[in-house]
């Protein structure tokens, strides 16, 4: 599934399918175009629309080019969980995507975002906690409020997941 809404996103991005833009169904429909590919055909398909996006990110507009870096690298480390193989946490992605996190909480009026922004919690455990791949335990344990987390997801495609995640 990852690996079809990877590969999905800059096909859609290339292509101009950008209605209903990260919501579930966007994402389902990468998933569904992708059912019946083989692992090695998403990696082919990827790899050849590789220079055309690499090329064209610098062009895209602000936030949206870290957006997209944001959404790569959650799910990089997401595929990294599932198969035990930890990754770089503090990576050049890694960095893009707290940008756009705290980007992101810069422009919400809650009070929670703000309060967010003012954590001391490690890079890679804030990302993580915002992009919803820590249950409520994992996010307090870090140090963080997992009410506030959770106020300020709750509008996005996330949410704290049940039980933790290891990684």
Wanted: include cysteine; charged fraction near 20%.
């Amino acid at each position: 599934m990852a690996v079809s809404h990877l590969v999905g996103v800059p096909e859609d991005v290339l292509s101009g399918n950008m209605l209903g833009v990260a919501t579930e169904a966007w994402t389902q429909a990468q998933v569904d175009r992708h059912s019946n590919d083989s692992l090695m055909t998403l990696l082919y398909t990827w790899e050849a629309m590789g220079p055309t996006i690499d090329s064209s990110l610098p062009n895209f507009p602000k936030p949206i080019n870290s957006q997209f870096v944001y959404d790569a690298c959650a799910h990089e480390h997401d595929i990294r969980s599932a198969i035990s193989r930890p990754g770089a946490r503090d990576s050049q992605s890694v960095r893009v995507a707290l940008g756009f996190i705290r980007f992101t909480l810069l422009q919400r009026p809650q009070p929670e975002a703000q309060e967010l922004l003012k954590s001391t919690v490690g890079d890679f455990d804030f990302f993580r906690s915002m992009s919803g791949r820590r249950s409520a335990e994992q996010i307090a344990n870090c140090g963080l409020d997992p009410s506030k987390v959770q106020m300020v997801i709750r509008d996005s495609p996330f949410s704290l997941p049940i039980t933790s995640i290891s990684e």
